[in-house]
């Protein structure tokens, strides 16, 4: 299914010249996991997908496709085992915070470790991590490193 949104993207930018917004790949993956198994014989795909991006006008979007080809926006979302847990601590958590515009990437980063460790109830090390963010200066997605990771950590620790 990655492959398949690569393809589209790129069949996008070939075809008309610029970058595919995220929200226009998220419905074209929908679609096609709506439609995929409609045909005889062909099995649905079965599987969850997030598509993170970055637009000048909209700012940060989150959208996560289930396989049924339904696709919703999402301020933080989380997918496969104890979502449902994921979900609502998050959705508390915005409530409490009241989390605006002005949430910052490092805040953020925090919120997410800090979620998995409380749905899970594990205490994570910098290797059991791994985060990948898209930054607003440059609308690309990277990985952070395990010192990055570890810094992170070290912030939470010291803020309990």
Do not use: C, W
């Amino acid at each position: 299914l990655a492959q398949r949104a690569r393809m589209e993207a790129a069949e996008f930018r070939y075809k008309f010249g610029y970058e595919i917004t995220a929200d226009m790949l998220a419905k074209r993956i929908a679609n096609l996991n709506q439609v995929y198994p409609q045909n005889a014989g062909i099995r649905p795909l079965g599987v969850a997908m997030s598509i993170i991006g970055f637009d000048d006008e909209k700012g940060p979007l989150l959208f996560k496709i289930d396989p049924s080809g339904h696709y919703a926006a999402f301020k933080a979302t989380s997918s496969g085992q104890k979502h449902q847990e994921a979900l609502n601590y998050l959705e508390k958590k915005f409530k409490k915070e009241k989390i605006d515009e002005k949430f910052k990437l490092i805040d953020a980063i925090e919120m997410a470790i800090n979620t998995l460790s409380n749905v899970l109830s594990v205490d994570f090390k910098p290797s059991e991590l791994e985060i990948g963010v898209v930054e607003a200066s440059t609308g690309f997605f990277r990985t952070l490193s395990e010192q990055e990771i570890d810094e992170h950590l070290i912030r939470i620790t010291e803020k309990d």
